[in-house]
């Protein structure tokens, strides 16, 4: 059968033009990572200065640092999440923006939450004397396919070394309180123990283990190179790390938890939080031996989380930051 070559020219262009179309509804379809608005359409959007301060020590950490000036409903309803389920805990929300947009939301919740306190992180301040120093003034995340991101994996090693306490991706919705747990990070898998949750002493010598680890064998190519495999090599090399079981021999003092207490979604799974499944949201919602809802942002952040229905994600927030639910209205 032959094809004139007049419409093999029209099928390649009528591809290409399908694929420019898919492309474009896929890049300015609404996304996810939209901040909050201010004070609703045609209000001007106003920033104020953030305070450089010293947090208290062995409370709850989180961290923007990408550089914005806003958080969008998901990372408000993490922040909110972690000072309601720690009201006798220091929260510090730690922005590397000097600036923040002022919001009804972020005004409802810095009045309603008194242990919640949020902070300009100087870099060069927060790294200066520390075991990255050098990696921080050479600038060597700019070397990497994720610059921001593996910025942040230094940042958060360093935070929970100096001040200890809980350490929170924005990605991660607690559901109770972690202020008992002794020393721990959980597994995400069998290979792997993750770094999105930890919780560890001021100065703990794991935590100076993983700064040296972070500073010899920085590595841009690999997107958990600085974050779930540092801290797993240096769990196995220390503490004698067994996997898939999580025993440490050598460490008696830290304790491995099992996916299901900060992971019980594997990242594998994600589309599950974001699937109506009123189900697997009451299962997650009423064990107590799940702690935080890790919703593995770099997957979910596209699709939509509707407050109405019953996605897993929704009636955890609806639950854990109601105060961020009712501002965002149907969706997050």
């Excluded at 699937?275 to 935080?292: F, G, H, K, S």
Aim: glycine fraction near 6%; aromatic fraction near 10%.
């Amino acid at each position: 059968m032959r094809i004139k070559r007049g419409s093999v020219v029209l099928m390649a262009v009528l591809y290409a033009l399908g694929t420019c179309t898919m492309w474009l509804i896929y890049t300015m379809s609404p996304r996810e990572l939209i901040p909050e608005p201010s004070s609703g359409a045609g209000f001007e959007v106003v920033t104020v200065r953030l305070e450089v301060g010293e947090p208290e020590e062995e409370g709850v950490l989180l961290l923007e640092g990408y550089g914005q000036p806003h958080l969008t409903y998901r990372m408000w309803c993490t922040v909110e999440a972690a000072a309601l389920r720690h009201p006798d805990l220091p929260v510090t929300l730690f922005m590397t923006s000097p600036v923040i947009r002022q919001s009804p939301l972020l005004l409802d919740l810095t009045t309603r939450f008194s242990n919640l306190r949020i902070f300009h992180l100087n870099l060069t301040q927060a790294f200066h004397g520390s075991r990255l120093e050098g990696w921080y003034t050479r600038r060597k995340w700019e070397d990497s396919q994720w610059p921001l991101s593996h910025l942040t994996d230094g940042i958060r090693w360093l935070l929970l070394w100096k001040y200890g306490g809980v350490y929170l991706d924005l990605d991660a919705l607690v559901l109770r309180s972690l202020a008992h747990l002794p020393n721990c990070a959980a597994r995400e898998s069998e290979r792997y123990v993750a770094a999105g949750v930890l919780k560890f002493t001021r100065a703990h010598p794991l935590l100076r283990a993983c700064l040296n680890h972070f500073a010899r064998h920085f590595n841009g190519h690999v997107w958990g190179a600085n974050g779930p495999e540092l801290l797993t090599q240096v769990l196995i090399d220390r503490c004698g790390l067994e996997l898939p079981s999580g025993r440490l021999p050598r460490c008696p003092d830290i304790t491995i938890l099992p996916p299901r207490a900060f992971y019980p979604v594997a990242w594998w799974d994600w589309r599950r939080y974001v699937q109506d499944d009123p189900d697997l949201a009451n299962e997650l919602l009423n064990d107590p031996q799940v702690y935080t809802l890790h919703t593995w942002n770099f997957h979910t952040r596209y699709a939509r989380v509707l407050l109405e229905s019953q996605q897993p994600y929704a009636l955890a927030a609806l639950a854990s930051c109601p105060v961020t639910a009712a501002h965002a209205g149907l969706r997050m």
